[in-house]
């Protein structure tokens, strides 16, 4: 049986294309004792990627040039020689971006495709869910009748981040790149109000309008203007959370900006990095929660399904263009 | 009895000078019930107070121009209609800057010349003692072992944090700009080292051979290129408080810098600005603890005394010419 599998073969300088990606074929290797043979269904693309691409010092290791790109991916167990996983079972796991992966069992979780649709587990009730979960509760702790403000707003964390916070009765304000990114989150997902910062033309100004008692909470996926314009309306004992920078990620010197400390400091405000394993302990109380909200109809989602794992690279490279609304998945095998 | 004050004249742009201050003089007005009369002893420059002669929003409501300048003063009660003030008690509050003044008594606070000389009402026993204590515990929460970098590390708040860092059992760096500050924070304060950002030249491989498990906690006082070398030396889950900018103060237009979100992002680390009152409900016991500190000698502490009410404003101005090393106070009556 064939393997195709995306290994790293070069670090980008500035935005990644594909000539950064081998593609290679192997047989699919046989499982010993303990062994697990998953086939992939779904594969995760996510622009904290990005970072691991480079060899700078972060909080995910880096992918190594001729080593398989990883990430988070949803299959089903083919072959097991482990206890705890029999064949037909589906299971997520941080896996080689390849058509099969064999797993010793330690970096996958079996999930019930009764609950959710299995493809869930890579955002709303995976590291996407989470990551907004934690970020806004446990750093934002957002109070009802605050303003929050998320940028990245139509993304896999950013959707879920607005109605969390609608949840715990916030006015909940998101910024997008498109008219239809807008649309999907204040119509669909009843944000607020919704900003298309590509065409706000003074994005301050209507930050302004959108947000007339100011910024209590702001979470951040995207960085740059963005963000410079957001931290100019921050309340007393704000709370920023840099969840991510995807403006910055594929730049190719770093980028000067207005300084924050000011800000920081005649509001007394706080603004904290994070990565979703720093609050792993919570990991089982925080899907209980996000699983329940989902079944109770309290939180909706998105996906944007790439079908065919050739177009893999190809669905990576669009987080960077903006493509995605929801959550960007790659459909590499049938359930 | 003559009194002199000085008021705000106007508001600076950049560095301020003499002919943003105005003195007068005018007589002292008899008290009425309730109401105390002091004589002042020291008052405190500060440079938060450069932030109260802008009209910029900030923590502290600004100065109004044409009023008078005000802060922390120690001075003595010359006579009282309060019942909880008696003649001869000391106290410390904030007021004009003035010769003399009248309180209702809800804005001062006695003070015990038996317990440490009144002065340190204005600094070790007072606000700046009180920033150090909660800053870096309450917000850096350093821990045995760990290493804590102190920028302004000689003066009035600085000189604490570093003693108190050094009571918690971590490695101390102080940044600070004259050999003579240097040598006060490592000969008598005992820091394990001392960076003078004058003359350092690559002040990042200074601060790298300063802290070779690199940077858990910073206490930033100052801002600028100096807090942009620290801040690419950090730890995963470092603490970053704010407490001042003095770098900035005096900027006709704000500075761009490196934006510092990627790093604390790929640290998961956290930047917090505050100012003292809000933990004002701990102020007992953090007075407490200092005062118990100073007795026993585990916080020593200097003072730059300038004699003269005449020559309050200079000795203000003179903070942002970085004349001072310790606490910057103003006698201008007799204890």
């Given at each position: 049986?064939?393997?195709?599998?995306?290994?790293?073969?070069?670090?980008?300088?500035?935005?990644?294309d594909e000539s950064n990606f081998e593609?290679?074929?192997?047989?699919?290797?046989?499982?010993?004792?303990?062994?697990?043979?998953i086939q992939s269904i779904y594969i995760s693309v996510d622009p904290y990627m990005r970072g691991r691409m480079s060899a700078a010092k972060s909080y995910a290791k880096p992918y190594e040039v001729g080593e398989p790109f990883m990430g988070g991916i949803v299959g089903k167990v083919l072959d097991s020689r482990n206890p705890r996983f029999e064949a037909g079972m589906y299971v997520e796991g941080r896996l080689d971006w390849a058509e099969y992966n064999v797993s010793d069992g330690s970096d996958i979780?079996?999930?019930?495709?009764?609950?959710?649709p299995i493809s869930t587990a890579l955002h709303v009730l995976g590291m996407p869910g989470l990551t907004a979960y934690f970020g806004l509760l446990h750093i934002g702790q957002p109070k009802e009748g605050e303003t929050v403000v998320v940028s990245g707003a139509s993304g896999a964390v950013g959707m879920i981040v607005g109605q969390i916070a609608k949840l715990k009765g916030c006015r909940v304000v998101g910024?997008?790149?498109?008219?239809e990114k807008c649309a999907y989150i204040t119509d669909e997902l009843e944000f607020d109000a919704a900003i298309n910062y590509k065409t706000a033309g003074n994005l301050r100004g209507a930050l302004k309008e959108a947000c007339p008692n100011g910024v209590d909470v702001y979470?951040?996926?995207?960085?740059?203007?963005?963000?410079?314009?957001?931290?100019?309306l921050i309340n007393f004992q704000a709370r920023i959370i840099i969840c991510g920078q995807i403006s910055q990620y594929n730049l190719e010197r770093p980028e000067m900006g207005p300084r924050v400390m000011g800000q920081l400091l005649?509001?007394?405000?706080?603004?904290?990095?994070f990565i979703v394993s720093d609050y792993a302990e919570?990991?089982?109380?925080a899907l209980t929660q996000l699983a329940q909200w989902v079944q109770d109809g309290k939180i909706k989602y998105?996906?944007?399904?790439?079908?065919?794992?050739?177009?893999?690279?190809?669905?990576?490279?669009?987080?960077?263009?903006?493509?995605?609304?929801?959550?960007?998945?790659?459909?590499?095998g049938e359930e």
């Open positions: 049986m064939l393997n195709r599998k995306i290994l790293l073969k070069s670090r980008p300088v500035g935005m990644p593609w290679v074929e192997s047989s699919v290797p046989e499982i010993t004792d303990g062994e697990v043979l979780r079996k999930i019930h495709p009764g609950r959710a910024i997008a790149g498109s008219d979470f951040d996926n995207v960085g740059g203007s963005v963000t410079d314009a957001v931290m100019t005649t509001t007394s405000s706080m603004m904290k990095g919570h990991n089982k109380e998105r996906e944007n399904i790439v079908e065919g794992f050739e177009n893999t690279v190809d669905a990576f490279l669009g987080l960077f263009r903006g493509d995605n609304i929801g959550k960007q998945l790659v459909k590499v």
